[in-house]
């Protein structure tokens, strides 16, 4: 008789076993020749070794059915673990455009085109640029993907870090011990992630360091394996800062820089890392670039208004400059 362990992730195990174990004691009816106990985050699984991995297939397919609507009954348990094939459970469940299912079930996908090509892209290369103004989804689009390849065991874990740039407050002046000094600049980082991970995991994945987000420098003398590594406003990384960063790529791991050139912050004698970058690797093959504009903005319509607004007087201003 073999024997497995199964660890249920990314949805709460109360809502997948059910009202008074309701769910539960429906596929233990459904798999008469497994013996099945659930405790917790946890469920032992004895019996015939092929019964065993036909069983866990169908009930990661359960998991992910409850993770994108954020609900099951008694009808999603009897067609997820009696269906045909497992085909025919991803053709009912899966929009191929959805990167991860958020809170409530929520689907979230590439919007506009140069998001969908990001998302292209990371699936070809390990390492991508995505170059654009505010409001274009960089970041957030970056982030999804990242919840996505850990989701599905492309790897160990996220890594997600920023520049701290001081702008007009120093940190030794902020209260708090280090975290909460650096909090601050990188919070679009954690709100990205509650959008996609339930709080409860979210907070676990930080604890054991599935998800590490620190402060570029945190990143010197680090070689990243089997991660998924986000450089947020990376135009405010310094040239060293950042040709530091790209070779911290170990092994099976995914790089994706963002950044916007039109709001570089590092003071005016310390020249910006991304666009020498840019021109150093534009021919490296196996770095992609992905230059998003102002029809990628998914802010409020007039974001896009204030992007081109100010496209247009840095191109008036750089003309007058020129003359």
């Given at each position: 008789m073999a024997e497995q362990i199964l660890q249920i992730e990314n949805v709460d195990p109360k809502e997948l076993y059910g009202p008074n174990d309701k769910y539960l004691n429906k596929?233990?009816?459904?798999?008469?020749?497994?013996?099945?106990?659930?405790?917790?985050?946890?469920?032992?699984?004895?019996g015939e070794e092929d019964e065993i991995d036909y069983f866990i297939s169908r009930y990661g397919m359960l998991v992910l059915q409850l993770e994108r609507n954020g609900k099951i009954g008694d009808q999603d348990v009897e067609k997820v673990m009696l269906a045909n094939s497992d085909t025919e459970i991803q053709r009912q469940l899966f929009d191929s455009d959805v990167l991860v299912f958020g809170r409530g079930g929520t689907p979230i996908k590439a919007i506009t085109a140069n998001q969908k090509r990001m998302v292209q892209s990371s699936e070809k290369k390990d390492l991508i640029f995505a170059i654009g103004p505010a409001g274009t989804g960089k970041t957030y689009t970056a982030v999804a993907l990242a919840v996505r390849a850990l989701k599905a065991r492309q790897v160990k874990r996220i890594i997600l870090t920023r520049p701290a740039v001081e702008a007009d407050e120093h940190l030794g002046f902020l209260p708090g011990d280090l975290k909460d000094k650096l909090d601050p600049y990188l919070q679009p980082l954690y709100d990205a992630l509650r959008d996609m991970i339930p709080s409860a995991k979210l907070e676990g994945y930080l604890e054991d360091h599935t998800i590490e987000i620190a402060p570029l420098a945190f990143m010197r003398g680090r070689t990243l394996d089997h991660a998924f590594v986000i450089l947020d406003e990376a135009q405010n990384a310094t040239r060293s800062q950042l040709k530091m960063f790209l070779t911290r790529m170990g092994r099976s791991a995914k790089f994706i820089v963002t950044g916007d050139i039109t709001q570089i912050d590092l003071p005016p004698k310390t020249p910006s890392g991304l666009p020498q970058a840019m021109e150093v690797l534009k021919d490296v093959e196996g770095i992609d670039f992905i230059m998003l504009d102002e029809k990628d903005v998914v802010r409020h319509k007039l974001v896009t208004d204030i992007v081109n607004a100010y496209k247009r007087h840095h191109a008036a201003t750089s003309e007058e400059e020129s003359k």
């Open positions: 596929v233990k009816e459904l798999f008469p020749k497994l013996k099945i106990i659930a405790r917790g985050d946890f469920m032992k699984v004895m």
